[in-house]
């Protein structure tokens, strides 16, 4: 199984900054990808920004650039999202997505994290 063990969340104030942690655990053989979704009350869970462990290539959503990084330390399986210039709107509770493959697998699938909330709020 993989675990992953998400921290960083919290009350921010609007214009504030954070930074979420994902670290990786478990019987992993290989991780193609990393990211972070979000879901807010009453909406839709949505892509905030992803990366390819190998190369380092990212995506963001509209609403983040320029606001979000996103990194990854391969020799940690951990993945980061650092979050600058924080809004009302990025109100949602983050979750940590993982591309990966097992040990023993010879297949990739999704793992998600528990979630960690994020509030931005005066």
């Known amino acids: 199984q993989v675990q992953l063990v998400e921290s960083g969340g919290g009350l921010v104030q609007p214009g504030g900054s954070l930074r979420l942690s994902c670290a990786a655990s478990g019987s992993i053989f290989s991780i193609n990808a990393m990211g972070w979704y979000r879901q807010a009350p009453g909406k839709q869970r949505e892509l905030v920004a992803d990366?390819?462990?190998?190369?380092?290539?990212?995506n963001y959503a509209d609403s983040v650039k320029g606001r979000f990084t996103i990194s990854r330390d391969n020799a940690k399986n951990t993945v980061y999202l650092q979050m600058n210039s924080l809004k009302p709107e990025d109100t949602a509770v983050y979750l940590c997505?993982?591309?990966?493959?097992?040990?023993?697998?010879?297949?990739?699938?999704?793992?998600w994290g528990q979630g960690t909330q994020v509030t931005v709020s005066s």
């Open positions: 990366i390819i462990t190998s190369g380092g290539s990212t």
């Open positions: 997505n993982v591309h990966a493959r097992e040990t023993g697998k010879n297949y990739y699938q999704y793992y």
